[in-house]
């Protein structure tokens, strides 16, 4: 995408350029941040038509950050069922805030800011209470210990400059979420099977998060 102009004068992206360019977000960042993906156009077709209007980007970020502590009371309180259903859902709206915001035009410095946050959290606190509890601390350690290394380089690296996640940082994140999501199943159906696929993709995770401090540092 060109830094200058863009051939869109009026409408959401319009705006959304205007925007994000008051960020500093230009010509390869921002063509990355704004690309909408297949999944974005399949959510589009398929999830998104479901929400109502009035729900935006930051609202299903908002939502993340509330649904936390009740995915971990459901699991301290032995709700396993419960909490992860919940946990899924919590996990499927991270994609679900980003395909609206991309293919909407409605990304904001706020969204950008938060949606990892959420995210980490989300991972790092379900991963605490039951991460350690089945596969071992040493794990949790790492998965823990890589995002904070990872954001520690991201502050001191692009202080005062907004960075777009990279594609190896959102696989990690699926990775994470599934394997999480794996060690809870293992909590309801108790198949060591299920526990042997999650520690196995909770390892990859760790592999692709450090791979991101690769690309964090090649930015």
Known sequence: MDEGQPT???GPQALQWKRLRRLNLVGARLEY???VTLFDRFFAATLLRLLPRF???NRITIFRFISIPFILFLLLSGYNLAGTILFVISALSDALDGALARTKHRITKWG???DPIADKLLIGSVALLVVGKELGWPL??????????LAGSAYFRYRGKLMPAKTVGKIKMTL???GV???LLYGIIPDPLILILGAYILYAAVLFGLLSLFVYRSV
Do not use: W
């Open 8 to 10: 869109f004068s009026s």
């Open 33 to 35: 941040l704004t690309r």
């Open 55 to 57: 729900i935006s980007p």
């Open 112 to 114: 950008i800011v938060a």
């Open 140 to 149: 949790v350690a790492a998965l823990v210990a890589i995002e904070l290394i």
């Open 176 to 178: 994470q979420c599934v």
């Open 181 to 183: 999501g794996f060690v």
